[in-house]
Nanobody
């Protein structure tokens, strides 16, 4: 199992930038992919970006070209660089890890870090 701890959230003005970090501890070498989701009040949780062990990435359409996900595999760490932030990006950002053992996949989540973008 792993524990995920996020950091780097905050309050910025539209057009600003933030870098989120997520550090996994525990059996990090069973992690298959890591990613970021977000949830705004009254809305469903949505995928923002993911990166798997092969380095393949996926992004929500509205963040393509503005957000970049990266990962340090041996450290169990993933980052989300967010540029040109918009008020619509305001949400709690949660780190996710897909952890696989004996052919079974498990989902682990961090507590979340708040990002607030003012216009």
């Amino acid at each position: 199992q792993v524990e995920l701890v996020e950091s780097g959230g905050g309050r910025v003005q539209a057009g600003g930038s933030l870098r989120l970090s997520c550090v996994a501890s525990g059996s990090i070498f069973h992690i298959n992919s890591m990613g970021w989701y977000r949830q705004a009040p009254g809305k469903q949780r949505e995928l923002v970006a993911t990166v798997n062990n092969g380095g393949s990435t996926t992004y929500k359409d509205s963040v393509k070209g503005r957000f970049t996900i990266s990962r340090e595999y041996t450290k169990g760490t993933t980052y989300l660089r967010m540029n040109n932030l918009e008020p619509e990006d305001t949400a709690a950002y949660l780190c996710h890890a897909e952890w696989v053992a004996r052919g079974v996949s498990y989902d682990f989540w961090g507590q979340g870090t708040q990002v607030t973008v003012s216009s």
